[in-house]
Structures are given as structure tokens and as C-alpha cells.
Nanobody
Framework: QVQLVESGGGLVQAGGSLRLSCAAS????????MGWFRQALGKEREFVAG??????????SDAVKGRFTVSRDNAENTATVYLQMNSLKPEDTAVYYC????????????????WGQGTQVTVSS
């Protein structure tokens, strides 16, 4: 059974930092791109950051570029993905989801295969 479990969310003041983690298990994640999406209240889910299996390719949305950093650790039948979030802004407030996609980077959430339950990030002004 594939599981993606996010942790690390919380309440932080504007300008602060948080580090999200996603523990993925249940099968091999070789060849899987891992990514982070977010969904604010009343808005659609949007791509935040992604990293390919080897880590050789990363992508960020324009809204977070320069402030967020995605990384991953791979092991047999598990993967851990991190999202370091710095200089947080109130507009970063959302539920953040970890996701896995077999293949190369893609930004449309409908094409991702597996999802975590999400972790709430709230940035106060």
C-alpha cells in the first residue's frame, strides 16, 4: 500500500521558515518525480516545487522561486522529500500536499499518481 505522509506544517509569522517532510513508502519510487502542491481556501490546487528521481532536475513556481528549496533522499522502497520554506508570506498560507508521478516533471496536478493527506501551513502577518 502506497503511503505519502507529510509533516512539518504549522503556524509561523511572516518572514519565518518551515521545513516540510514527506515520507513515501509502499513500493519502489525509482523513476518517480516527487512534488509539492498547495491549495489555499477557495482556490485550485497549484504546483509549488518538484524534483526528479535523480535530483538532477528541480522546478519551482514563480511564486516561490528563490524562497523555497526542494530536496529528496531515496532508499529501497522509500523516498523522503523535503520542502524548505524561507521568507514566508501570508499568501503562502495553504494546505501543502506531497505527490508522486511516474515520469518527468509535470505541473498539472491531475496527472500525478499518488497524494498525501496534506499539512496546513499558516503564515500570519
Amino acid at each position: 500500500q502506497v503511503q505519502l505522509v507529510e509533516s512539518g506544517g504549522g503556524l509561523v509569522q511572516a518572514g519565518g521558515s518551515l521545513r516540510l517532510s514527506c515520507a513515501a513508502s509502499g513500493r519502489t519510487f525509482s523513476g518517480y518525480t516527487m512534488g509539492w502542491f498547495r491549495q489555499a481556501l477557495g482556490k485550485e490546487r497549484e504546483f509549488v516545487a518538484g524534483i526528479t528521481w535523480s535530483g538532477s532536475s528541480v522546478d519551482y513556481s514563480d511564486a516561490v522561486k528563490g524562497r523555497f528549496t526542494v530536496s529528496r533522499d531515496n532508499a529501497e522502497n522509500t523516498a523522503t522529500v523535503y520542502l524548505q520554506m524561507n521568507s514566508l508570506k501570508p499568501e503562502d498560507t495553504a494546505v501543502y500536499y506531497c505527490a508522486a508521478h511516474l515520469g518527468s516533471m509535470i505541473f498539472d496536478p491531475s496527472h500525478w499518481d499518488d497524494w498525501g493527506q496534506g499539512t496546513q501551513v499558516t503564515v500570519s502577518s
